[in-house]
C-alpha cells in the first residue's frame, strides 16, 4: 500500500481557501486517492475521492497532477466548522484496507 | 438513511473481562470492516467482511478478538479476555460493493473502550 504523507497541522482563517497537500511518491496504477475528515469523537467521514486530474464535489475540490505523486484537497472559504483532522489515503479497488496516516489537524481561527 | 451504529459509546471494564462491541451498518451495505485507535496511535485496520464471510483479518491483533457477522448483517466483536493494551476507540464501517474507484466507507462513531 502507498505510503502517503502530509503537514501535521495547519492554521487558517474563516474564509479562506485552505489547501491541504498530500504525497504519494509510490502510488500504483490501480490506486485512487481519497480525503477522509474526522471531528473530535466521531468517525472518519468521506469528503472525496479521484484517480487523477480534478475532481469538485459540494465540499471540496480534489486537484491530482499528471504524475499523480501528490495531491491537493482545496476547502473553499472555511468556517470555524472546518476544523478537523483531514485523512489522505490511497487505495485500490477489491482492497479497501485503509492505512490512515497521522493526517493533518487543521485549525479555523475566527 | 440510517448511519452505521455502534454500541456502546463508552465501555469500562477490568482486565481480564469479557467485552462485546456490536455494529449495525448501513442498510444493504454487503461490506463491513472493523477499525481501531489506540492511545496516541493511527487508526488501524481489524477485519472486513463481505456479507457473513471474513474477507481480511490480517489486522487482527490476536486470539483474544474474534469477530462475527451472523446472517450478513449487524456485526461483533468480542475481546476476551480482555488486557490493557486493548483500550482505546473501536471503529466500525460499512460500504457497498462499488463497480470502479473505491466505494467509500461510512464510519460509525465508535466504542471508546477503556480496561482497567
Known amino acids: 500500500l502507498a505510503k502517503t504523507t502530509q503537514p501535521i497541522s495547519m492554521d487558517s482563517y474563516e474564509g479562506q481557501e485552505v489547501n491541504i497537500t498530500c504525497s504519494h511518491n509510490n502510488i500504483a496504477t490501480n490506486d485512487y486517492i481519497t480525503w477522509y475528515q474526522q471531528f473530535p469523537s466521531q468517525g472518519p467521514r468521506f469528503i472525496i475521492q479521484g484517480y487523477k486530474t480534478k475532481v469538485t464535489n459540494e465540499v471540496a475540490s480534489l486537484f491530482i497532477p499528471a504524475d499523480r505523486k501528490s495531491s491537493t484537497l482545496s476547502l473553499p472559504r472555511v468556517s470555524l466548522s472546518d476544523t478537523a483532522v483531514y485523512y489522505c489515503l490511497v487505495a485500490n479497488f477489491g482492497n479497501e484496507k485503509l492505512t490512515f496516516g497521522t493526517g493533518t489537524r487543521l485549525t479555523i481561527i475566527p | 438513511e440510517a448511519g452505521v451504529t455502534q454500541f456502546p459509546s463508552h465501555s469500562v471494564i477490568e482486565k481480564g473481562q469479557t467485552v462485546t462491541l456490536r455494529c449495525d451498518p448501513i442498510?444493504?451495505?454487503?461490506?463491513l470492516y472493523w477499525y481501531r485507535r489506540v492511545m496516541g496511535k493511527e487508526i488501524k485496520f481489524l477485519l472486513h467482511?463481505?456479507?457473513?464471510?471474513?474477507?481480511?483479518e490480517s489486522g487482527m491483533p490476536n486470539n483474544r478478538f474474534l469477530a462475527e457477522r451472523t446472517g450478513g448483517t449487524y456485526s461483533t466483536l468480542k475481546v476476551q479476555p480482555a488486557e490493557l493494551e486493548d483500550s482505546g476507540v473501536y471503529f466500525c464501517a460499512s460500504s457497498l460493493v462499488g463497480t470502479g474507484g473505491i466505494s467509500p466507507l461510512h464510519f460509525g462513531n465508535g466504542t471508546r473502550l477503556t480496561v482497567t
Open positions: 442498510s444493504g451495505h454487503d461490506n
Open positions: 467482511f463481505v456479507k457473513e464471510s471474513k474477507q481480511d
